[in-house]
């Protein structure tokens, strides 16, 4: 079971939003930064494949800025054995 977790930054003003989208999916827990709009997002998944559609969603929430993996449980047995050699997005600007 893949078990990472992430700081996800929201575009200007869209915390509320972003919080909403985070939450929205059953294999995310969401905590809130206390001092600034950054949330902690610890996601499990079933497997690789589970794991890396998971990301692709989160990464496509409209209020999300960017998404920071801070830790990824890396199975070195597995051809998926490294959560960032799937390719990340990064940071929209603008």
């Known amino acids: 079971m893949p078990i990472c977790s992430y700081l996800a930054v929201p575009r200007r003003g869209a915390g509320p ?16 930064a206390r001092n600034r709009e950054l949330f902690i997002v610890v996601t499990e998944t079933e497997g690789p494949e589970e ?3 998971l990301r692709e969603r989160l990464e496509s929430l409209d209020a999300l800025e960017a998404l920071i ?23 929209r600007g603008g």
Not at 17 to 32: D, I, M, N
Not at 69 to 89: C, N, Y
Request: glycine content about 14%; aromatic content about 4%; some cysteine.
């Open 17 to 32: 939003e972003l919080a909403r989208g985070l939450s929205s999916f059953p294999e995310c827990q969401v905590v809130e």
């Open 51 to 53: 794991d890396a559609a």
């Open 69 to 91: 993996l801070s830790f990824g449980d890396i199975d070195p047995d597995t051809s998926q054995g490294d959560p960032l050699g799937r390719g990340t997005r990064g940071s």
